[in-house]
């Protein structure tokens, strides 16, 4: 089955700065890649995700590039504020509704 | 608009009990998920439904046993509570168009946080 990696698990970076947190997948047919922001004890929100069509996607601070090659996926966020701390999750799924599974989870602590 | 419903949102068991969970997906969603979130820990699958039929089985205990009802809203059953079982439990669910279909984006309940003593 599907195992995906990610990397860092803990990102600390000063407000203002960006933060890349980067994932990588096992299953080649896997064709949808979410990105998910969690806060303590809340459900995980989609931010951002990205189709095995396209190379990249960006919404405002937010950015996601896809290499199917390597098998690898990143999350980009520029001009970071302290609320986007929380942990964040990366995800692929074989499409359809095939379950999505989830990398460990980096968590991020924007410093003001 | 309408959102994912979980019942009950807290829950307090002894270990050797039994539990239910229940999920209220977005109506005309086709698809229900259940994940596991240990403390710290990614959400893990555990089992879903794709239009009333079990569709994909994750890591799910033989202990716990789920099912979808004829009104889309799902429960999750677990029996002979241990104390690894305490997490928090989220369902999901979505609207895609089968198997071969574009996948539908998911949208979480706010969980139910499950507490074995």
């Known amino acids: 089955g599907e195992n995906v990696e990610q990397h860092p698990s803990t990102l600390s970076v000063q407000e203002g700065d960006s933060a890349v947190i980067k994932c990588t997948y096992s299953?080649?047919?896997?064709?949808?890649f979410p990105w998910y922001k969690q806060e303590l004890g809340k459900r995980p929100q989609l931010i951002i995700d990205?189709?095995?069509?396209?190379g990249e996607k960006k919404d405002q601070r937010i950015a996601v590039t896809l290499n199917k090659t390597a098998k690898h996926f990143s999350l980009h966020i520029t001009e970071t504020q302290p609320e986007d701390s929380a942990v964040y999750f990366c995800a692929a799924s074989r499409g359809g509704n095939t379950p999505l599974v989830f990398g460990k989870g980096t968590r991020l602590s924007v410093i003001a | 608009a309408a959102g994912v419903i979980q019942s009950p949102r807290h829950l307090i068991k002894e270990k050797r009990e039994t539990a239910t969970l229940k999920c209220y997906p977005i109506p005309r969603h086709d698809t229900v998920y259940w994940y596991q979130q240990g403390p710290g820990q990614d959400p893990q699958f555990l089992i879903s439904?794709?239009?009333?039929?079990?569709?994909d089985k994750g890591s799910i205990p033989d202990r716990f046993s789920a099912q979808q009802f004829s009104d889309y809203h799902s429960e999750l059953n677990m029996s002979s509570l241990e104390l690894g079982d305490s997490a928090l439990y989220f369902c999901a669910s979505s609207l895609v168009l089968g198997r071969e279909g574009p996948t539908g984006e998911l949208f979480f309940g706010e969980g139910s946080r499950l507490t074995v003593l």
């Open positions: 299953d080649s047919a896997s064709n949808y």
């Open positions: 990205i189709r095995s069509n396209v």
């Open positions: 439904f794709y239009e009333k039929m079990q569709s």
